[in-house]
């Protein structure tokens, strides 16, 4: 009587694994916090976190003194069907703050757009754009 019993469960168990397993990693996120204290109020706090999905990824981290001291850093990237674009940027705690943003896209008649500007610390701002040619093979 045990065994059809103990086989019945051993064989539910194995579907139910292989029906996780079989399941498509649609969209994957994960981070995490931390913090390091030290002897006369040093020390510092931060997190991390990242978010992937089929076609875009984000993600995101954060370090900040006891003294006062930090930034805010974040980044992103799409793409699918021909295009791709991405920015990123980091903020400190001074209200400075850096970054970039890159766009390409496929003209579907051999060549390809690119665009990309970049934002320093002074507002300086540089973009760099063109067209390329695939050559042939």
């Keep these: ?12 168990a ?7 397993v079989a399941a498509p990693a649609e ?3 994960r981070g995490h916090s931390f913090s390091v204290q030290g002897s006369n ?6 997190s991390r976190s990242i978010s992937r999905q089929p076609g875009s990824v984000a993600a995101s981290r954060s370090i900040q003194t ?18 791709y674009s991405a920015s990123r940027g980091t903020t400190f705690n001074n209200g400075t703050s850096v970054g970039r943003t ?12 690119y665009t990309s500007t970049r934002n ?8 760099v754009s063109g067209t390329v040619t695939r050559s042939p093979q």
């Design 120 to 127: 320093g610390i002074n507002g300086n701002s540089r973009t």
């Design 66 to 83: 006891n003294g006062g001291y930090g930034y805010q850093h974040s980044r992103s990237a799409n793409w699918g069907d021909g295009a």
């Design 27 to 29: 969209a994957r996120q």
């Design 14 to 20: 194995t579907l139910a694994s292989a029906a996780i």
């Design 1 to 12: 009587m045990t065994k059809p019993i103990i086989a019945l469960a051993v064989m539910a």
């Design 41 to 46: 109020g040093r020390g510092l706090v931060g």
């Design 102 to 113: 890159t766009s390409a896209v496929n003209n579907g008649d051999g060549t390809a757009s």
